[in-house]
């Protein structure tokens, strides 16, 4: 079976422009967070949505947003490209309704946005 | 502010040498997951913690969770160039569903 997938696995924006990074899960999982990874920083969360509803939300300014839809994949959406925004994107999937009955989360190879 | 704080930020052994990683939070968790994220990977479920006090093996590696499940720390016996990577705890506070990552320490093992 296939892992978590993410697409594209490179992008380069400028400032002020919009970007879609999307997420495919393992099959079966329902469960599908998003990740900022800063170079030589651990993970900070952004969202986590179950069953197309957002259940946990991460101290980011309203230009992040997500949706998931009904085959369970996902999209982020981050407005108005800051240079600060320059990080790895990682997509985690997990079986589980909420963060705190985690047993495992499985993450994607993230994608590497780069602001200009 | 930072949630969960990671010491130390790097750790250069020899291989065979034992390391730690230790993870200390501002308030008390629910559980705690260790991942292991390899140089150009991705992070890496290793374990979760859940119970106060609690201790789990995985052949070299040791983890345990502080009895206020406040702190947690990772322990591998005897180092091999294998377990090259940066390691990272990510606690939940109860009531949050909200992941904090601590900032990771990278550990480089010397053959």
């Known amino acids: 079976d296939a892992g978590v997938t993410q697409s594209p696995t490179h992008l380069i924006k400028t400032r002020g422009q919009h970007v879609t990074l999307r997420c495919s899960p393992i099959?079966?999982?329902?469960?599908v967070s998003w990740y900022q990874q800063v170079l030589g920083q651990g993970p900070q969360f952004i969202f986590q949505y179950y069953e197309k509803e957002e259940r946990g939300r991460g101290n980011f300014p309203d230009r992040f947003s997500a949706r998931q839809f009904p085959n369970y994949s996902s999209e982020l959406n981050v407005n108005a490209l800051l240079l600060g925004d320059s990080a790895l994107y990682l997509c985690?999937?997990?079986?589980?309704?909420?963060?705190?009955?985690?047993?495992?989360?499985?993450f994607g190879p993230g994608t590497r946005l780069t602001v200009l | 502010g930072q949630q969960v704080m990671q010491i130390p930020q790097y750790q250069h052994v020899q291989e065979g040498e034992d390391f730690t990683t230790y993870c200390n939070s501002s308030t008390t968790l629910s559980n705690i997951q260790w991942y292991k994220q390899r140089p150009g990977g991705h992070p890496v479920f290793l374990i979760q913690l859940v119970k106060s006090g609690e201790v789990k093996k995985q052949k070299r590696l040791t983890f345990q969770f502080g009895e206020a499940k406040k702190n947690s720390s990772l322990h591998i016996t005897a180092t091999q160039t294998t377990d090259v990577g940066t390691y990272f705890c990510a606690g939940i506070r109860y009531n949050f569903n909200k992941f904090y990552f601590g900032s990771g320490t990278k550990l480089n093992v010397k053959p």
């Open positions: 985690a999937s997990s079986s589980y309704p909420d963060l705190s009955s985690y047993n495992e989360q499985f």
């Open positions: 099959s079966g999982h329902k469960s």
